[in-house]
């Protein structure tokens, strides 16, 4: 089954601290170009998030965000230096002695001071926060490949529809294809006998040049080929790997043989025909763009 390169996905975990989200939104792309964007403190965990990915997407250009909202206190640690505090309040029972100040130094006072108490953010545990990073990750990536294959499911309908009426098209190329040769030989034949008039028209030469004709303008091997193209095509549609880049190149040796059966064509319903099997084949071109 295919898949298309377009799709969403959103993943959410949180606990009483923290919160992770992750969204991921991508579309076609030639190979697997992933933007990254989080939190400077979870860069640590980029290369696991790349890799995570990439063992279920192959090709697209996915844009991921990641957003961590933490409780205001989460991790934080009030620090007192108690040298510094010890040294304050020497200071502070020194003027006291000096000045014969028998006011109490209230708490407040030294804890004030600058450098005394400070605040200082725990280091997060990397390992603990991609357990919860990697739940949400997964479910975000979940949703989108599952709008990616929902979306396939439409482009193979589609894709297989239009070479089905590709093939009904070939037939009837087939078919007339037949009546080339036969009416090359009448036209022939009678253009021969207005130039001659009461002269004998040579049959022998005739069939001479009916058979040249024949082998110069057969198109024979070009329904074989593109026949056979066709069905690898509708095959390929339902393997269960990505195929995007394979169906572009069955699509160029589909479009190889139309364009050549045009180039030996002299029936104007062949030609006819193939016009619109070459318009069918630019349909699909445009459709596996967006194929995995």
């Known amino acids: ?33 992933l933007n990254v964007k989080m939190p400077k403190s979870l860069m640590l965990l980029e290369d696991k998030m790349r890799k995570v990915i990439l063992q279920r997407i192959n090709r697209g250009k996915v844009d991921i965000i990641v957003t961590q909202r933490s ?16 040294s304050y309040v020497e200071c502070f029972n020194r003027i006291k ?11 407040s006072l030294v804890a004030k001071f600058p450098e005394v108490i400070t605040l200082k953010k725990e280091e997060e545990d990397v390992e603990h926060i991609w ?3 990697s739940q949400a990750l997964n479910d975000a990536l979940s949703m989108l490949v599952d709008m990616r294959e ?8 589609d894709l297989s529809e239009k070479c089905n009426y590709i093939l009904s098209l070939l037939i009837e ?9 036969k009416d090359y030989r009448n036209k022939l034949s ?39 193209h066709i069905v690898q095509f509708q095959k390929t549609l339902t393997a269960d790997e990505p195929v995007g880049r394979k169906l572009d190149f069955i699509l ?8 050549t059966i045009a180039s030996k064509s002299t029936n104007l319903n062949i030609t006819k025909s193939i016009l619109e099997i070459k318009n069918e084949i630019e349909k699909i071109r445009e459709q596996i763009q967006n194929v995995e």
């Open 190 to 228: 009678q253009r021969l006998r207005n130039l001659l008039e009461e002269y004998p028209v040579d049959e022998s030469r005739i069939e001479m040049e009916v058979a040249l004709f024949a082998d110069k303008s057969s198109i024979d091997e070009e329904i074989v080929r593109l026949n056979s």
């Open 71 to 86: 409780s205001s206190n989460y991790g934080t640690k009030a620090i007192l230096d108690e040298g510094l505090a010890d």
């Open 173 to 181: 190329v087939g078919n007339n294809s037949q009546e080339v040769v």
């Open 150 to 157: 929902k979306e396939g499911e439409k482009l193979e309908k």
């Open 97 to 107: 002695e000096k000045y014969d100040i028998k006011e109490n130094i209230p708490l």
């Open 252 to 259: 160029q040796e589909m479009n190889r043989e139309a364009n």
């Open 131 to 133: 357990k919860y990073l």
């Open 1 to 33: 089954m295919i898949r298309s390169m377009t799709g969403f996905g959103r993943g959410t975990l949180e606990d009483e601290n923290q919160s992770f989200i992750v969204e991921m939104k991508s579309v076609n792309h030639r190979y697997c170009d």
